[in-house]
């Protein structure tokens, strides 16, 4: 850990490659010909908001880390921080990978709560890395409606 006011800036790097290995990973399973056939809710927006939308969240994620790193090392704050990231990349595995929209649902619920989780505990640790949190959380969120719509419309 830092002394409060001197933020070790190169540690920022591995909080962006961990987020870089999440994108990577959701990259691994794209959505594909087995999406093109299912039934889309009036609330999907084009394909191509995502990656509009989650390169921000995913430079704030990362920034939120980090200063949760740099001001309590491992503390619960951080441990959340690596379980929420961790089901973050699982999801479009289970989505696109298994093609579960069921169980993309149960995951996505545990990891809005992981995130509200971490956002809990990083408000004791730093507000500006809970500050970051929240547009990520509100994302998910809309994305658990997404894919709760996309449960109920193609089972």
């Known amino acids: 850990m830092s002394e409060p006011n001197k933020l070790r800036w190169p540690m920022l790097i591995p909080f962006v490659a961990l987020c870089a290995a999440a994108i990577a990973i959701g990259q691994a399973f794209p959505p594909g010909p087995w999406y093109e056939t299912l039934k889309k809710p009036g609330l999907a927006p084009p394909n191509w908001i995502f990656g509009v939308v989650w390169t921000p969240l995913y430079c704030m994620i990362a920034v939120a880390g980090w200063l949760l790193w740099e001001r309590s ?17 699982a999801w479009s595995w289970i989505f696109f990978g298994l093609h579960s929209i069921g169980g993309a649902l149960v995951e996505i619920v545990v990891l809005w709560l ?18 970051l949190l929240i547009p990520y959380w509100a994302w998910v969120a809309f994305a658990t409606l997404l894919n709760f719509a996309y449960w109920r419309l193609n089972g």
């Open 73 to 89: 090392g491992r503390s619960t704050a951080t441990i959340l921080w690596f379980v929420q990231l961790a089901l973050n990349a």
């Open 114 to 131: 992981a995130i509200g989780a971490t956002i809990a505990a990083a408000w004791r640790v730093s507000h500006a890395a809970a500050m």
